[in-house]
């Protein structure tokens, strides 16, 4: 596959982009440029039959920066690096069934996360992104202007914490890390460091409130927004086969993991890429 030609196929208006002709495991610099630019612009690429163990998983992740290790999701026992993201036969609740990006609640929040299928059900669990590009640029210039002057606080304790969603369900047993909870606070618009775009940064997943406002005055915003960022036009769905890739900008997009396949067993490999304060 190396020397062939790599195409760059939109999935969306909104975001998202499949990768084709690539080989992850081996990715000459020059192709590394083109998949760099693909993720720049689309906020999420794809790939198909990416046949990479654990070691080569880890081995593309590192192309792109450190590994921000997650601090509550079921580690892979062999390998730190990969956190998995299971569901099983049994279970009901899905981790990132709601509308989120990852790890905003952190003071430098993930760059990237890029998720690999191992198990998958013969219908359902695809999942959904949404261009928060698309979103901010929607907004009127007075909603953009009011929104240019706020930051929000983000927590995650709503999710990991021990009264959290995740530790009052059938998940709680591979969950850890609940006394490691905290919050940060970002702007609700920041530059994305590298397109140098403006993007809406809240998201239902982790954002509490606006900073110096309380969380009853913040939710009538949050909520509108919450309804405004995934009007279909700014979204992509991505449906998995087995070795499928998604690699998605967690400071460009939002993402949610649908849980529609109870009774059958999902398992993703996921790698979180660290990332740096946003302004
Ligand atoms: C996640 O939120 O990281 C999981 C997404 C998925 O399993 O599709």
Request: include cysteine; hydrophobic fraction near 35%; charge should be negative.
């Amino acid at each position: 596959m190396n020397g062939s030609t790599i195409e760059v196929k939109k999935l969306s208006a909104g975001c998202g982009a499949e990768v084709l002709g690539v080989d992850l495991r081996n990715l000459t610099n020059s192709q590394m440029e083109t998949v760099r630019q693909a993720y720049v612009d689309h906020g999420v690429i794809f790939f198909r039959e990416q046949t990479l163990t654990p070691e080569e998983h880890i081995a593309f992740a590192r192309r792109w920066g450190d590994i921000d290790i997650n601090k509550f999701f079921p580690a892979n026992g062999q390998y730190p690096e990969i956190a998995e993201v299971r569901k099983e036969k049994e279970q009901k609740t899905n981790i990132g069934g709601g509308w989120h990006t990852d790890h905003s609640y952190d003071a430098s929040p993930a760059m990237g996360s890029i998720l690999l299928a191992r198990e998958l059900p013969d219908d359902g669990g695809d999942t959904l992104f949404a261009s928060m590009y698309a979103a901010y640029e929607a907004l009127s210039d007075g909603m953009k202007k009011t929104l240019g002057s706020l930051r929000a606080v983000h927590s995650n304790a709503i999710a990991f914490g021990a009264a959290g969603f995740y530790k009052n369900s059938d998940q709680a047993g591979g969950f850890k890390g609940e006394g490691l909870v905290g919050e940060a606070s970002h702007p609700v618009v920041i530059t994305h460091p590298e397109s140098g775009r403006k993007a809406l940064y809240v998201n239902p997943g982790f954002t509490q409130r606006f900073e110096g406002w309380t969380d009853m005055e913040s939710k009538p915003l949050l909520d509108f927004l919450y309804a405004h960022a995934v009007r279909p036009e700014f979204t992509c769905r991505f449906r998995w086969a087995p070795g499928s890739i998604a690699f998605w900008d967690n400071r460009a997009t939002w993402h949610y993991a649908s849980n529609d396949y109870h009774g059958h067993r999902r398992l993703m490999h996921r790698i979180t890429i660290a990332g740096a304060p946003l302004g």
